[in-house]
């Protein structure tokens, strides 16, 4: 039977706080029922392979690329994306950061962007700059030549620290 | 220009930032429209093929398919330039590479729309494909295109400024080289994606991540048979072009098409793979070129070819083979100047305009090419190029008129940040310093279709509430096009950037701008904007002079207020300024316009390289090579681009790092490559495709020259381009400082270090590179005297006879764009 005569089943998770349900074809992956079926078009697609990681969300906590989880493995879990997460008190200094130091150009790596810079800080919130490059070399970015990225993360991760008490 | 500016020349945020990293910016794929369909393309399999039969009847069977569309309903062609529309909507008698679409379907969703396309029979009777510059100048049959002015050369240009010849006989030492630079492709992180949305009374909107609404609004109007005023293109914000959305695409007709036939929206969205099919970047490049020097390096004649792979359409292809000739007489004197440029059509995907338009190449092998020549000379490869810079104010060999000039600050600054003198030559083996310049347009000269009309359009409207709407054509592709206009509106109107709100790159609301091309948009929108805000302003001073009894001009604008200088606290806010002259002259608006002087140059194909200004970069690059594994790393890069006057540095910096780290990705990775024979793209995927990440980006040092240009807004020079242009030939001749060999060939892959090593570890000579360029007969040369010699920009001699197009794509002029 062709792909889009599959019968649609039913999925359940928790995003960005609150349950939903939905119903997909099996075989959708989760970007495609966060942007088409949910309309939260912040996470990306650019090459649907997990290489570039624009389609970057939580699942379970975990810095994912959604376009290579099939939906049936949301099921029960907690997915964020960038909407939920750009708000979140430890979150707004990075979001703020990519905008004073122009680490965002054409912005349609920067959700991954932030969540990948989101993963690294609340695990290492001091980072090297070598740990920076590693933890932001699965996002590419053709417009910014990465230095800018680089500087925001720095200004994130002092500004964090700096708000630290109040914040974890 | 006085120091008392309180917007330009100050790191201020974008004005679209926030939007960007809370994910809420609306690129073309994140739009739904009720009761949208989803449409797919099919594309050819074969590289060249008759199209025999197309039977879709399969495919309009299924259940949730509302239209299928073959050749048959787009009998009119298209295309970027008037001299080659040579493009159909969909494939109507041959497909000409692997990819090229022949049909499209619209479905409910997506996967419908996918397995309806695959339902499409289609009949092929493949043709010989021609594959190469080599291929297409040895089989003139079977012809890609039946237009071209040679078998399967599209293009054959030839001009002299000068007399080369007579400088080759005037130098004291003459030196030739080869290089070949591979093709690659942008990038771009967004897929491409249109939207098309009918609207009840036939018309219909587009949707559409392109660079250029406006030449999408003339291209779809045409091949949709409607009058331009019923069809609307709305440029979304672009997630990335860099010149490879600057084509009217066939998909974004086809939507078109099919909203019209299903009474739908319908959105297409490419993806990855057929991204790599749209291409139109990079052209790969064969070059040669001799160069006739005195001692002290002064160049007494350069003679250049160039062989052009330009794929399967013509797209910017004749602007792209000028180019390859044009800027090479704008960093250094050159006395007397040939250009022979050759375009092959072959079987792959189009190629065309990526950053930097056909300049990187040739811009390479000038700079790798004079390195040799220091060599030889003995001089310092930096001295030598000092002494010999182009003059401010000054006209080149082809009639370029070139304004400011901050090279010499740009090359002084390079070299001693990075130590040039105590380290060039003297590090140890495997680690060295290689050096480039460059120059590129701040926006071409001339449109790309003839017309005597404005290059870009803002107009403004001033609310009583104190806000102000800008209107104007231009693009936003991250570049930071929108917060140029709200910029340089908020300096001269006394308001905060915040309080403007930007409406862009809309055919029905805004002004005509050309696009985010050739580099025209801080330079072209910025000085049309100046002139409709210096026109509001007038405006308000007129009518707040006349009720506050002050002379207008004693009245200044800033903080939000226009008030009196001589006495600040007397004064309206910038509201009530607003309502005081709606009271005096009725409903406020203003426009601007800006067009680029006239150029000098005369001859057929001058329209190729005149700018209202140009801008220079000088690099320095460090590199680390290993010697048993042929790898190459770039840790440190010194970069100083002359941008005239930075309207916000933090966004200038930014263009300047964004084109380093895509001039690295060129010189040490990407390759837009195909299997041999079969034209099948290698690696149509980002996995495969190797471009650079956080891991290879180096430390760049970036410093700013701000040599104010008179025809920029605030002085203001591109920023965007040039500074591409010198990585390859600065990480080329630092590897030849690290190791001793010469790669003539981009990308520098470790196999080809380790050859070239190898070749001279068995006594020949260490380099690896092309040794020879075909044989093509060439029209005789468009002879344009110098400025020196007398000359006024005209041929003397050589117009060349018309080139035998279709009658319906015949150019009015000579071709031009950047």
């Known amino acids: ?168 | 220009m006085s120091d008392d500016l309180r917007v330009i020349g100050k790191p201020l945020l974008k004005v679209d930032a926030r939007a960007k990293v809370i994910g809420a910016t609306r690129f073309a794929d994140d739009l739904a429209f009720p009761r949208m369909a989803f449409a797919r393309l099919l594309r050819s399999p074969h590289a060249h093929a008759l199209v025999k039969s197309i039977d879709v009847s399969k495919a309009l069977a299924l259940e949730g398919v509302y239209a299928v569309v073959t050749g048959e309903e787009f009998p009119v062609p298209f295309g970027i330039l008037p001299v080659s529309e040579d493009e159909h909507a969909l494939c109507r008698d041959k497909v000409r590479f692997v990819g090229d679409p022949v049909a499209a379907v619209a479905a409910r969703d997506e996967w419908i729309a996918e397995e309806a396309a695959n339902a499409i029979a289609v009949t092929y009777e493949p043709l010989p494909s021609i594959l190469s510059i080599e291929q297409a100048v040895a089989k003139p049959e079977p012809r890609i295109h039946d237009y071209a002015d040679e078998g399967n050369l599209h293009r054959k240009l030839s001009m002299e400024f000068g007399d080369v010849e007579r400088g080759f006989a005037e130098a004291d030492h003459v030196r030739e080289d080869f290089f070949f630079y591979e093709g690659n492709t942008h990038l771009p992180m967004e897929q491409h994606c249109a939207v098309a949305v009918p609207d009840p009374d036939g018309k219909v909107a587009i949707y559409s991540s392109t660079q250029t609404p406006h030449y999408l609004h003339k291209a779809a109007a045409k091949v949709l048979g409607m009058p331009p005023s019923h069809v609307r293109v709305i440029a979304t914000p672009n997630g990335g072009g860099f010149g490879g959305k600057s084509d009217p695409f066939n998909h974004e007709i086809v939507v078109a098409k099919l909203a019209l036939l299903t009474g739908r929206p319908v959105k297409i969205t490419l993806n990855r793979e057929e991204v790599f099919y749209c291409h139109r970047g990079r052209h790969p490049v064969l070059m040669w070129v001799r160069t006739g020097v005195k001692k002290d390096g002064a160049i007494t004649g350069m003679h250049f070819r160039s062989f052009l792979d330009g794929g399967a359409y013509g797209s910017y292809g004749v602007a792209s083979t000028y180019y390859t000739g044009a800027l090479q007489t704008v960093t250094y004197k050159v006395k007397n100047y040939r250009f022979e440029g050759v375009r092959a059509f072959t079987n792959k995907p189009p190629c065309g305009p990526k950053r930097g338009h056909g300049t990187p190449q040739p811009r390479t092998l000038l700079e790798v090419h004079l390195d040799k020549l220091a060599e030889e000379l003995a001089l310092d490869p930096i001295d030598m190029r000092l002494a010999h810079l182009v003059e401010p104010n000054s006209v080149t060999a082809n009639y370029l008129s070139v304004g400011s000039i901050g090279l010499r600050q740009c090359i002084e600054r390079v070299r001693d940040e990075s130590g040039w003198r105590e380290r060039f030559r003297k590090l140890p083996r495997g680690r060295g310093l290689g050096f480039a310049a460059s120059s590129y347009l701040s926006g071409a000269g001339l449109p790309i279709y003839w017309n005597s009309m404005p290059h870009s359009g803002v107009q403004l409207k001033l609310d009583r509430g104190g806000g102000v709407t800008c209107f104007c054509g231009s693009t936003e592709i991250g570049q930071g096009s929108d917060s140029v206009l709200a910029y340089v509106v908020a300096e001269v109107l006394g308001i905060d950037p915040f309080d403007i709100r930007v409406v862009t790159a809309d055919t029905d609301l805004t002004p005509v701008d050309l696009g985010s091309y050739s580099s025209r948009v801080t330079l072209m929108t910025g000085n049309a904007a100046l002139q409709a805000a210096g026109r509001a302003r007038e405006l308000l001073v007129e009518a707040v002079g006349a009720k506050l009894g002050v002379p207008k001009g004693r009245l200044g604008l800033a903080g939000r207020r226009v008030f009196d200088t001589e006495k600040p606290e007397v004064g309206l806010s910038f509201a009530e300024a607003v309502q005081c002259a709606e009271s005096k002259f009725g409903t406020l608006g203003t426009v601007g316009s800006y067009t680029p002087p006239p150029s000098k140059a005369k001859y057929r194909g001058g329209g190729v390289g005149p700018s209202p200004a140009y801008s220079y970069s000088a690099m320095v690059a460090e590199v680390e090579c290993d010697p048993e594994t042929g790898w190459v790393t770039v840790p440190r890069i010194w970069i100083a681009h002359d941008c005239g006057r930075a309207l916000n540095p933090l966004l200038v910096i930014g263009q300047v790092e964004g084109s380093v780290y895509m001039g690295l990705g060129e010189v040490l990775m990407e390759a837009q490559v195909f299997r041999n024979n079969l034209g099948v793209h290698r690696q149509p995927s980002l996995l495969e495709y190797k471009s650079p990440t956080t891991l290879e980006t180096p430390d760049i040092k970036t410093y700013l020259i701000e040599d104010p240009d008179p025809n920029g807004p605030y002085g203001a020079k591109e920023a965007g381009q040039g500074p591409l242009l010198p990585v390859m030939p600065a990480v080329l001749n630092a590897v030849y400082d690290a190791l001793g060999v010469r790669v003539d060939e981009v990308p520098l892959n470790p196999q080809r270090v380790l050859e070239a090593l190898r070749r001279k570890a068995d006594g020949k000579p260490g380099r690896v590179g092309p040794t020879a360029i075909p044989r093509v007969v060439y029209p005789d040369p468009i002879r344009v005297p110098t400025p020196w010699e007398g000359g006024d920009g005209r041929a003397v001699a050589g117009e060349p006879r018309k080139s035998q197009i279709p009658s319906q794509a015949r150019a009015r002029n000579p071709i031009t764009k950047g």
């Open chain 1, 1 to 168: 039977m062709p792909v889009a005569r599959a019968a649609k089943i039913e999925v359940s998770f928790t995003l960005n706080g609150a349950p939903v349900t939905v119903r997909a074809l099996p075989m959708a992956r989760l970007l495609d029922v966060l942007r088409e079926d949910l309309r939260l078009t912040g996470t990306k697609e650019g090459c649907g392979e997990g290489e570039c990681g624009a389609c970057s969300v939580f699942l379970n906590g975990r810095l994912v690329t959604s376009c290579l989880v099939p939906i049936m493995q949301a099921e029960g879990a907690r997915v964020e994306t960038i909407e939920g997460v750009a708000d979140q008190p430890d979150v707004v200094p990075i979001r703020e950061a990519f905008v004073a130091c122009n680490g965002s150009q054409c912005g349609i790596c920067t959700p991954g962007m932030i969540l990948a810079t989101t993963a690294l800080l609340r695990a290492r919130p001091n980072p090297a700059e070598t740990e920076v490059r590693e933890a932001l070399a699965g996002n590419l970015c053709r417009c910014t030549g990465y230095v800018k990225i680089f500087e925001a993360v720095a200004r994130a991760a002092e500004a964090r620290r700096g708000a630290a008490g109040g914040v974890r």
